[in-house]
Every structure is written in structure tokens, then in C-alpha cells.
């Protein structure tokens, strides 16, 4: 459903257990043919613990925020057009606002503001008036550096410099800390503070955090060595940078029902959040995704990047019945039938897939094109052919990246040496004459192995693993070729000399 101009609509928020509202002041058309219109959103003072009919719709006015760096401002941006289905049609009067609207968002999210207002609105008066009163203008000496005094983030150049954290208090404004040498007295630090709401923590010295008497909103927590966590219930974020033990105990409010936890790689087999409201899994090489909708199977938001990666078991999202928000991105490995239906996922407000197996992104597309036209955000790009699938996604060297000794862009660089290579067996057909076929193939044996020889020459990664499987990879290439072209390729070119070239010219 399109949202028109003057229309007010409610929706439940999570955060606040309450409902909020909005109205839309402006629509702007596509501006594309297959682009989507869009719609100015601004949120309105109304909370209540019901819906509101359409006399309390007479009374709202604009909600207004001064929280921060903030003054006097309103939540009004343009987002998609499309109501989002779980938003209940309440009025349409007048737009509360004339004046032509500057900022765009991503999603509705109404009510994310109040919270926000309302949570500043919880600090000390004295700390507010000194944060809204710090000057960019005036200087300050922390550690021996100069900062303007409103500055917002430190990390450790500032941290390891200074002898008493009491320093820091000459940065009212300070909002984001930034260590990998993490100490309780910085935590206890950070309790007595609070204005500072994002947190990047990494320890040696400190296995069980406790945030719960914290502000903060953000944490970016390197978990190595992290035993237990108990968690601050304003916090919308907890983003782990690497795999935490199976034994790491997370407590939270609501069992982690506001919380969106980020993890690298896979699912992490932590205990609690049973409640977990959001998930973003990205790096994913390979997913099973029973377990996941088994541990958490309240997920209002769920994310997955791969890297690419192969999802299996898809149909038991369908079993996330409170899932609002789908987002793919490099995910593959299922079919089309495997997909849920509209039906199947009814809250869904936003469905996103990015680079998806090309049968996938068709069929989906089509099952969800009535879903759109009532207010489904849905967006299917990239779709993927088998060609890409098979240089990207079984890319023999794609198991480069992550091992202990090869850094990420040499694992790229291999991944692109075998790119090359199919990209000419491609080119090669069935009725080209054996003297081209091989210049072809010589020309591209002499790329590939001066492709690694160069690898190897500036970074001295290849061992015998290594060595064995670039060989592979090239007799493995030229098999395939060899079969595609007919029984012994027809005379065009034979394997064995073309393996011997390889070893005469690599130097690894």
C-alpha cells in the first residue's frame, strides 16, 4: 500500500512498548520507471498503550529533540512510500509540516527518536547544560595533545598517555572510547559517564564485563579471553569481531528482546539471548540456518553476508514468525522452491537480496510481487549466472583468505588467477582450428604461472599446500576443457605439454 499525503499512521515500538505515530507531509515520484516512490515520514508526540483513533489524531503535533548536538529539531526524512505492513492507518488531516523535507533514511523505524530524546532526557541536568555548552573553539590538553573541547571520540594514543582518567572529564562531549587494552577502571570509568554510548573493547586483563550501569548503545567487543557479559538495557548493538567461547554467558534485558547482535563468520554458540531481536551474521562461508531460527526464534531482523557463502536449510526461516526485516547479501546454495512464502513470513516489512542465484532472484521476485504492492520493501539485485557462481563461489582459492599465514589480498589475487584462467578456456570452441587453441592455452599457462610466481616473489606465501594446489587447479581447469571440446580435444592441444610448461616457468 502507498502511503498518501496527510495520512497518519501508528505502529507498536519494541523498545518502548508503547505505540507512536507519524504522518506523511510530502510524496516524491520515482524517479525511475522502476524506481519506487517515496514518501516524507515525520513523527509525532503521540505515545499511548493502545492505538489512537482519529480525535487523538486532531491533537499531535510534530515531536521535537534536543538531545545532543541536536536543537529543536524534527525526525522528518523521506523513506520508501510503501506503508510497511505492520503500520495501521489512523487519519489523514492536513500535513503538519509545509516545508520542503532534506534527508533521506533508511526505513520508517518511528519511534527510535523518542527513545533517544527520552533516554537524554534521563541524564543529570548539570552534565546536559555542560554538554550543550562545550565549544569547538576552545582548546583543551589531555596526555599531552591539544582537543576542541567538544571533541566525541579517544582511543588508546590518548588512553596510554595520560596518568589519571579523571582527564578525560575535560571532554564533555566524549561519546565513542576506542581500546584494545581494556582495564575495570576504564570500565568503571565509562559507568560514572553517561554520554559516552558507543564502546570498542578488547582486554588481557578483564573476563567478565559488566555494561549494566552504563549509557552505552554500541559495543564492539573483541571476545577472546571474555568468560561473561552483562549487558546495559539501552544497548541496541553488541558486535563481536571474532568467535567467542561456547561457554560465553550474555545476560540482557528481555533476554536480548532490544538487543541486534553482529557476528563474523557464523552463528556464535553463546548462552542467553533467548529473546535476541535482530541478527547480522556477515563473512559467511557456510550456514546452517535450522539452528539459528531454533535458538532465536524471536528475531525480528535477520542479516546475512556471504563470502560468498552457501545457506542450507532456508525453509525454516519460515518458522521466524516475528520476522520483519530479511537482508542477503552473496548468499547461495538454495533453490527457489526453498524459499517461504508471503504466507509464510507475514510480519516481513523489508525483504533485500543482493547477488542470489539468478533462478532464485526471478522466482522470488515474482511469488513477492503482490507483497510489494502492499507495502513489502523489496529489492532483488544482482542475480547471479552459473558463470560467476562457479569463479566466485567454487573458486578453488577462495579458501586462501583466512589461513594463518596468507593475508586477504593475496587470497584475492590467487582468486583472480583462476578467474583468468576459466575466462579463456571460455573463449576456446569446438571449431577452432589447434594452432589458435594453442596459443590460447599457452599464452594463458604462462599468465598463470607468472600470476603466482609474482605472489611468491612479494610475499613468499607458497608451501607445499599451496604449490599442490595451484598445480591442481590448472590440470583441473584443463581437464574440463578437454572434455567439453570432445574426445581427446580433438587434437587440439595437449594437456601433458602444457603441464610441463607450467613447471619449467613457475619459481615456487
Known amino acids: 500500500m502507498l502511503a498518501n499525503v496527510g495520512d497518519i499512521y501508528s505502529v507498536f515500538s519494541v523498545p518502548l512498548q508503547q505505540y507512536v505515530t507519524c504522518q506523511v507531509t510530502h510524496i516524491k515520484p520515482a524517479s525511475t520507471p522502476k524506481g519506487n516512490p517515496l514518501a516524507a515520514v515525520l513523527e509525532l508526540d503521540w505515545t499511548g498503550d493502545c492505538l489512537p483513533d482519529a480525535d487523538a489524531a486532531r491533537s499531535m503535533r510534530p515531536q521535537r529533540y534536543n538531545y545532543y548536538f541536536i536543537k529543536d529539531d524534527l525526525d522528518h526524512a523521506y523513506v520508501t512510500a510503501n506503508v510497511p505492513p505492520d503500520h495501521v492507518f489512523i487519519a489523514n488531516l492536513p500535513p503538519l509540516v509545509e516545508a520542503e523535507v532534506n534527508s533521506y533514511k533508511f526505513g520508517w523505524d518511528v519511534g527510535d527518536g523518542i527513545v533517544r530524546q527520552r533516554n537524554w532526557e534521563k541524564i543529570d541536568p548539570a552534565r546536559r547544560a555542560q554538554f550543550k555548552a562545550a565549544s569547538r573553539a576552545h582548546k583543551v590538553m589531555i596526555g599531552g595533545k591539544e582537543f576542541a573541547q567538544d571533541a566525541t571520540r579517544i582511543n588508546d594514543s590518548v588512553l596510554q598517555s595520560i596518568g589519571d582518567l579523571s582527564e578525560?572529564?575535560?571532554?564533555?562531549?566524549?561519546?565513542?572510547?576506542?581500546?584494545?587494552?581494556?582495564?575495570?577502571?576504564?570500565?568503571?570509568?565509562?559507568?560514572?559517564?553517561?554520554?559516552?554510548?558507543?564502546?570498542?573493547?578488547?582486554?588481557?586483563?578483564?573476563?567478565?564485563?559488566?555494561?549494566?550501569?552504563?549509557?552505552?548503545?554500541?559495543?564492539?567487543?573483541?571476545?577472546?579471553?571474555?568468560a561473561s557479559m552483562r549487558l546495559n538495557p539501552g544497548l541496541k548493538l553488541l558486535s563481536l569481531t571474532a568467535m567467542p567461547s561456547t561457554s560465553l554467558q550474555v545476560e540482557a534485558l528481555a533476554q536480548g528482546r532490544d538487543l541486534s547482535l553482529r557476528c563474523v563468520q557464523g552463528m556464535p554458540a553463546i548462552q542467553g539471548l533467548e529473546q535476541l531481536g535482530g541478527l547480522s551474521l556477515t563473512g559467511v562461508r557456510e550456514l546452517d540456518l535450522a539452528p539459528v531460527v531454533q535458538r532465536f526464534p524471536s528475531l525480528r531482523e535477520l542479516r546475512i553476508w556471504g563470502n560468498p557463502g552457501l545457506a542450507s536449510n532456508l525453509q525454516s526461516i519460515a518458522g521466524l514468525t516475528q520476522l520483519q526485516m530479511l537482508t542477503t547479501f552473496d548468499v547461495f546454495g538454495f533453490g527457489a522452491d526453498e524459499f517461504p512464502s508471503p504466507q509464510q513470513l507475514p510480519k516481513l516489512a523489508t525483504l533485500w537480496m543482493t547477488s542470489v542465484d539468478a533462478d532464485v532472484a526471478k522466482a522470488v521476485k515474482t511469488a513477492y510481487k503482490k507483497a510489494a504492492t502492499q507495502g513489502l520493501d523489496l529489492m532483488i539485485s544482482k542475480p547471479r549466472k552459473p558463470e560467476w557462481l562457479a569463479e566466485n563461489l567454487h573458486n578453488p582459492f577462495r579458501d586462501w583468505d583466512g589461513r594463518e599465514h596468507i593475508s586477504a589480498a593475496v587470497a584475492k589475487k590467487a582468486a583472480l588467477a583462476y578467474k583468468k584462467l576459466l575466462a579463456t578456456t571460455r573463449t576456446i570452441t569446438v571449431d577452432m582450428d589447434a594452432a589458435s587453441v594453442q596459443q590460447l592455452l599457452t599464452t594463458m599457462v604462462t599468465a598463470y604461472a607468472e600470476d603466482f610466481n609474482v605472489i611468491d616473489r612479494r610475499a613468499g606465501v607458497i608451501e607445499t599446500v599451496e604449490r599442490e594446489e595451484i598445480y591442481t587447479v590448472l590440470v583441473d581447469v584443463l581437464e574440463q576443457l578437454e572434455l567439453g571440446l570432445g574426445e581427446p580435444g580433438q587434437g587440439q592441444f595437449q594437456r601433458d605439454r602444457l603441464c610441463e610448461l607450467f613447471d619449467r616457468l613457475r619459481e615456487f
Open 168 to 226: 578525560l572529564d575535560q571532554l564533555p562531549c566524549l561519546m565513542t572510547i576506542e581500546t584494545a587494552h581494556g582495564t575495570r577502571e576504564l570500565m568503571e570509568y565509562i559507568q560514572r559517564h553517561p554520554f559516552v554510548n558507543e564502546l570498542h573493547w578488547q582486554s588481557s586483563s578483564v573476563s567478565e564485563i559488566d555494561i549494566s550501569a552504563t549509557r552505552l548503545s554500541r559495543l564492539i567487543l573483541q571476545p577472546d579471553g571474555v
